[in-house]
């Protein structure tokens, strides 16, 4: 696909760590962008300087959405390009000692589900709506190539760690999601993969890096080479990869600099 300023994206969780540094790497190349977050505040300052729309959306509402899709269809015409990088999260170990009751604990399967719900099914959630729009335009070159969506998934699909037992699964439902997707849209000319990030230098690893350095530092040290958490931008990088190289399609790739996660 060529990128250009003809081209529209939507990209969600756009207002911090790897879906800005997408924004940013999308708009370097002249693409108008929608971004797609429920941090108003930060939302509209990154739109005002990089020069992008802001929609408030909940990825976990359908309605919320679907509004967003119109709102940006309206401001920048159909996507072609989505990359999704919101999500909505938890944690617990499957069954753990719980010190004050002195007793064994689950984790309640009312987080699990939300976790489901804030992965997987917000996933194809926006992939399907953004597909559904996708199948309506016109092709943009010879391959009949209409549109990319580009999902997030993580190393922990692969590698989840103790406590990821609802991340590890939402991210291996989204890996999984990847090739029949991409193979249900393959007649509309619509490509579908994931990246799977390892540990990178996002607002809640800065956090860590301000509180307990030491931690931070130890992390760092994990990762093969470079020794080093993975910069945003280098997300960035390769979501722009996907987006231009149309010969990438139901793959989802590790962007991890060879870290393969430990049980702890």
Same mark, same amino acid.
């Given at each position: ?8 994206? !939507? ?8 879906g800005?540094?997408?924004?940013r790497a999308l708009r ?10 429920l941090?108003?505040e930060a939302?509209a300052?990154y739109?005002a ?8 959306v909940?990825i976990?509402s359908?309605?919320?959405?679907q509004a967003?899709? %119109?709102a940006?269809r309206a401001?920048?015409g159909q #996507?072609?390009i989505v990359v ?9 170990k499957?069954v753990?000692? %719980?010190?004050?009751? +002195?007793c064994f604990?689950?984790?309640?399967t009312?987080?699990?589900?939300r976790?489901?719900l804030?992965?997987?099914?917000a996933?194809?959630r926006?992939?399907?709506?953004a ?5 309506s335009?016109d ?5 009949g ?15 989840g760690? !103790? ?5 590890g ?10 090739l ?6 393959m007649?509309?000319?619509?490509r579908?993969?994931?990246i799977?990030p ?6 809640p ?6 509180r307990?350095?030491a ?5 760092g040290?994990a990762?093969p080479?470079p +020794?080093?958490?993975? #910069?945003?931008h #280098?997300f960035?990088?390769?979501?722009? #990869?996907?987006v231009r190289n149309t010969?990438f399609?139901?793959?989802?790739i590790r962007? %991890?600099?060879?870290i393969r996660m430990p049980?702890?």
């Amino acid at each position: 696909m060529k990128i250009d300023s003809s081209l529209s994206a !939507i990209v969600t969780g756009g207002a911090s760590g790897l879906g800005l540094a997408t924004v940013r790497a999308l708009r370097d190349a002249g693409v108008k962008v929608a971004i797609f977050d429920l941090n108003e505040e930060a939302g509209a300052k990154y739109a005002a300087e990089l020069g992008t729309t802001f929609h408030k959306v909940d990825i976990m509402s359908e309605e919320s959405v679907q509004a967003g899709f %119109d709102a940006a269809r309206a401001a920048n015409g159909q #996507e072609r390009i989505v990359v999704h990088c919101a999500m909505v999260a938890g944690g617990g170990k499957t069954v753990g000692w %719980d010190k004050e009751n +002195k007793c064994f604990k689950r984790a309640p399967t009312e987080g699990f589900e939300r976790g489901m719900l804030g992965i997987a099914v917000a996933s194809y959630r926006i992939a399907s709506i953004a597909a559904l729009g996708m199948a309506s335009a016109d092709p943009l070159n010879d391959d009949g190539e209409r549109g990319t969506i580009i999902l997030t998934s993580s190393c922990a699909a692969q590698d989840g760690q !103790i406590g990821q037992v609802t991340y590890g699964s939402g991210k291996g439902a989204v890996n999984a999601m990847v090739l029949p997707m991409a193979r249900d849209l393959m007649d509309l000319g619509i490509r579908v993969n994931a990246i799977m990030p390892g540990t990178f230098a996002t607002p809640p690893m800065l956090m860590v890096k301000e509180r307990a350095p030491a931690v931070f530092e130890g992390l760092g040290a994990a990762v093969p080479f470079p +020794k080093r958490l993975g #910069e945003p931008h #280098e997300f960035g990088s390769l979501a722009m #990869e996907l987006v231009r190289n149309t010969y990438f399609n139901g793959q989802c790739i590790r962007l %991890d600099g060879a870290i393969r996660m430990p049980p702890r």
